[in-house]
């Protein structure tokens, strides 16, 4: 089973998307602007623009304000396949003057849907059913009804049950302090209905700011329906403020994953010490122990067992492999693949672009970079391995390295099948070790070999019989 984002459009109503993510975030007490905290290895602004995105949103204006620069400098890495441009808030005086500032970029048209960049695990589902229930015709809020709705803004209900307000808690009247339904924030209204309705804003209030939510009176005002769509999903509509809702949201979100997985099938160690933030794709039968987090795109085929305390990105494990404990895998853009039936680790390293074919044994405290190791190859210890071609069954010794390096370019080792490298080798490329050549022990090797050969170099053995080792404080002779 897959745990990754999904993406499907509005295909009978356009829709253009304001994030509102300009907020100072005082309780984070960090230099860093809160909308770039991460939850889930994603900074909270990229989790909403994805599902942005993913929306097939005509437009996304990102509204910005604290930390300006750093906030839009940092989207373009996202690469979100979406237009999103960015607007100014300054100075920052409250979330109707945010979405003012954005008017200017909008089409117009359609319907305009408001987010927080601080509320990331918002769903594509639940924004899709927002946009059809707002149709272009009517203003709809998604609510949610919370224990202890202290802080947030609560929903006015006629007698009828209509929509008729929103006030903020510190306005609220202790009557309307009582109220548990509340607005989530998260609003999608009619484009030039919205626009009217923003040019009216007044700040006579508690906070002296210009509240979004006051439209929701002028929409009433109209005789324009006013929607509220509840959902039951507290997470979806959980903010950031602080460290500690951040980690109480991670925790949240990681649960949810790890529930997931252990659905279809997937034995978790221990839920409560699983961490995935990006994509994870599951066969049958895996099992994963403790405290392990998978980043990126990372695939295990049948069987795969991961040990303890693995760290592993964008990587393609194969059926009936086992990554031992304490093993990085980092894939980034080259990938990584371990062969069905491979054993990695404890303690070993995989870099971009290592292959590794069927029953390859990479052992403790061996790296591996760009290399290709064919079906059987072993370096059980102590070895580094980068930009190398390893043949079938090739056995690597303790403590050998290909030294690919020059100074100013890399160089490729290529090691013919059935090659035995002796312990503390040094391989100098570019070289081609030919198959079924063998090295000895403590050789450093140059020039390239000859099939079925025997390669030592090394300088000869000298003994000094009853030599005197140096006494520290000895006078010198």
Not at 34 to 60: D, E, N, Q, W
Not at 228 to 248: C, H, M, R
Not at 254 to 268: I, K, N
Not at 338 to 367: D, K, S, T, W
Request: aromatic share 4%; glycine share 12%.
């Amino acid at each position: 089973m897959t745990i990754a984002p999904t993406t499907s459009s509005l295909s009978s109503i356009a829709v253009d998307v304001v994030v509102m993510a300009a907020g100072k975030g005082t309780r984070m007490k960090s230099r860093l602007p809160k909308v770039l905290h991460r939850l889930a290895g994603r900074p909270l602004l990229a989790h909403v623009l994805r599902t942005a995105a993913g929306l097939g949103a005509r437009r996304v204006v990102v509204v910005t304000g604290h930390g300006a620069e750093e906030v839009e400098a940092a989207i373009p890495a996202w690469q979100l396949g979406a237009d999103v441009r960015c607007v100014r808030q300054s100075p920052q005086l409250g979330t109707g003057h945010a979405v003012q500032q954005a008017v200017p970029a909008l089409a117009g048209d359609g319907v305009v849907l408001v987010l927080s960049g601080d509320v990331p695990l918002i769903g594509q589902d639940t924004l899709r059913a927002l946009v059809e229930a707002s149709g272009g015709e009517r203003l709809a809020l998604l609510t949610i009804e919370l224990p202890d709705p202290t802080g947030y803004g609560r929903v006015l209900r006629d007698a009828a049950g209509g929509v008729q307000a929103i006030v903020e808690h510190k306005d609220a009247t202790e009557a309307q302090r009582q109220v548990r339904e509340i607005y989530s924030g998260v609003m999608a209204a009619p484009a030039r209905a919205l626009a009217g309705w923003l040019a009216r804003l007044s700040n006579y209030n508690a906070q002296g700011e210009y509240y979004l939510p006051d439209v929701v009176g002028m929409a009433v005002a109209e005789g324009l329906p006013v929607v509220a769509q509840k959902t039951t999903d507290a997470l979806q509509v959980a903010g950031i403020n602080s460290p500690a809702q951040l980690a109480a949201l991670e925790r949240d979100w990681q649960r949810r994953q790890a529930e997931r997985l252990m659905d279809a099938g997937v034995r978790l160690a221990d839920p409560a010490r699983f961490d995935l933030r990006g994509e994870l794709d599951c066969a049958a039968d895996v099992e994963i122990d403790i405290n392990c987090i998978f980043e990126g795109r990372v695939s295990l085929g049948e069987g795969v067992r991961i040990g303890a305390h693995c760290v592993i990105s964008d990587a393609c494990i194969e059926a009936g492999a086992v990554i031992h404990p304490y093993t990085h895998i980092a894939g980034e853009a080259a990938g990584v693949v371990v062969g069905a039936g491979a054993l990695i680790g404890p303690y070993a390293r995989l870099r971009p672009g290592a292959q590794l074919g069927r029953e390859v044994h990479i052992g403790n405290f061996v790296e591996v970079k760009n290399s290709i190791l064919a079906d059987g190859a072993k370096a059980n210890h102590l070895a580094y391995l980068g930009d190398a071609t390893v043949g079938e069954r090739v056995n690597y010794g303790a403590g050998s390295i290909t030294a690919n390096y020059d100074g100013a370019n890399k160089h490729r080792t290529v090691i013919g099948d059935d090659v035995h490298v002796g312990s503390n080798c040094v391989l100098i490329a570019p070289v081609t070790i030919g198959a079924g050549g063998t090295i000895g022990g403590g050789s450093t090797v140059g020039k390239s070999t000859e099939p079925g050969a025997l390669t030592v170099a090394r300088a000869r053995q000298v003994s000094f019989a009853n030599w005197k080792r140096p006494v520290k404080g000895a006078k010198k002779p």
